[in-house]
T-cell receptor, first 109, second 114 residues
Framework: RKEVEQDPGPFNVPEGATVAFNCTYS??????FFWYRQDCRKEPKLLMS???SGNEDGRFTAQLNRASQYISLLIRDSKLSDSATYLC??????????FGAGTRLFVKA | NAGVTQTPKFQVLKTGQSMTLQCAQD?????MYWYRQDPGMGLRLIYY???????DKGEVPNGYNVSRLNKREFSLRLESAAPSQTSVYFC?????????????FGPGTRLTVL
């Protein structure tokens, strides 16, 4: 079983839709969590950190549920420019960084 | 600022050849990392350097060596390339350990081993 698992998708949604991604992690010692965005043939870039209290950045909302060991990302009012792969990241003790395989999103006009 | 730079961008090797991937950052970051990305596998940590003068193995270190040349530069060497090492390689850096800060990635090196 992978330490961080994501639905690979792809998710195909129309512009303006709300889409949610979930990610589960197996190591309960994981300390910090992030969502990264990766465009086709580009490097990953940080989208947002994930806090226990939940956090919001514009149209994006991230949630962490430690008891169930899952992380979610909600995108509201999807734009064409949101089309990308979204990577869930769990950080353990020290420098152990575990990336999920990513969820692909296509937003259609 | 250029951020994190990597050379080369593309490389084709024959089985058994060696090469070094170069990475440099101009953000004065302490920590640097090498990842490989394969379809359906996500990014996997090969080696990391918490600070200048230290290096440690990540999840998939076999077949690779690294050198933290100075605070700016962190190179990855393939001594005897194998087809299983065909992948996209990303270098990253962060100000502190990964648990407290964002990682910044370079543009990647696309390596094919025939």
């Amino acid at each position: 079983r992978k330490e961080v698992e994501q639905d690979p998708g792809p998710f195909n949604v129309p512009e303006g839709a709300t889409v949610a991604f979930n990610c589960t992690y197996s190591n309960s010692a994981s300390q910090s969590f992030f969502w990264y965005r990766q465009d086709c043939r580009k490097e990953p870039k940080l989208l947002m950190s994930v806090y226990s209290s939940g956090n919001e950045d514009g149209r994006f909302t991230a949630q962490l549920n430690r008891a169930s060991q899952y992380i979610s990302l909600l995108i509201r009012d999807s734009k064409l420019s949101d089309s990308a792969t979204y990577l869930c990241v769990a950080l353990g003790v020290g420098f152990k960084t575990i990336f999920g395989a990513g969820t692909r999103l296509f937003v259609k006009a | 600022n250029a951020g994190v730079t990597q050379t080369p961008k593309f490389q084709v090797l024959k089985t058994g050849q060696s090469m070094t991937l170069q990475c440099a950052q101009d953000m004065n970051h302490n920590s640097m990392y090498w990842y490989r990305q394969d379809p359906g596998m996500g990014l996997r940590l090969i080696y990391y350097s918490a600070s200048e003068g230290t290096t440690d193995k990540g999840e998939v270190p076999n077949g690779y060596n690294v050198s933290r040349l100075n605070k700016r530069e962190f190179s990855l060497r393939l001594e005897s390339a194998a087809p299983s090492q065909t992948s996209v390689y990303f270098c990253a850096s962060s100000e502190l350990g990964t648990s407290v800060s964002e990682q910044f990635f370079g543009p990647g090196t696309r390596l094919t081993v025939l």
